[in-house]
T-cell receptor
């Protein structure tokens, strides 16, 4: 299996622009998680889906952030408009099911907002 | 709010040393504790612990959970430069199935 796939791997954008991050979970996994990692705050869960349905989005920092999972093999995290404080590494992870807990992480997208 | 605290925040050792990394947790309706290793890229799964007092082992790495003390340790024996990484601990529990991560321990193993 190819593992969790994320794109792009690096994104540099200017403040105010829209940013879309993409994720393809491991085939057969039915839970998908979006995380943000910064030096100051560590790894924080933003939102997670089970069977394509958002279960908990309490970690989404504000309305500028939105996430979708239109089907079992694809999810997007969108930031509109982006701000410099959104600069971070964004990870997508998937697991076979929520109860099993073990999550497998993608390589991450390093976002820089100038 | 759930909380996971790791110590030390960073550690520098020489090859061949043994290290112990600590993790304490406050997780509502605790279910499991997980350890991940993060090198330059994504965290990779090491262990999941659910039962107190049972050691999980993989080569030179081992981990144990103490539910009474709400803590876990990760031991690495005969360290190698390839063990240099950030080690993350995460707790899982409650009805929302979230993993709450600690800030990590940065381990540097010098030759």
């Amino acid at each position: 299996d190819a593992g969790v796939i994320q794109s792009p791997r690096h994104e540099v954008t200017e403040m105010g622009q829209e940013v879309t991050l993409r994720c393809k979970p491991i085939s057969g996994h039915n839970s998908l998680f979006w995380y943000r990692q910064t030096m100051m705050r560590g790894l924080e869960l933003l939102i997670y889906f089970n069977n394509n349905v958002p279960i908990d989005d309490s970690g989404m920092p504000e309305d500028r952030f939105s996430a979708k999972m239109p089907n079992a093999s694809f999810s997007t995290l969108k930031i509109q408009p982006s701000e410099p404080r959104d600069s971070a590494v964004y990870f997508c992870a998937s697991s076979e099911g929520i109860v099993l807990d073990t999550q497998y992480f993608g390589p991450g997208t390093r976002l820089t907002v100038l | 709010e759930d909380k996971v605290v790791q110590s030390p925040l960073s550690l520098v050792v020489h090859e061949g040393d043994t290290v112990t990394l600590n993790c304490s947790y406050e997780v509502t309706n605790f279910r499991s504790l997980l350890w991940y290793k993060q090198e330059k890229k994504a965290p990779t799964f090491l262990f999941m612990l659910t039962s107190s007092g049972i050691e999980k082992k993989s080569g030179r790495l081992s981990s144990i959970l103490d539910k009474k003390e709400l803590s876990s340790i990760l031991n690495i024996t005969a360290t190698q430069t390839g063990d240099s990484a950030i080690y993350l601990c995460a707790g899982s529990g409650g009805s929302n199935y979230k993993l709450t991560f600690g800030k990590g321990t940065l381990l540097t193993v010098n030759p």
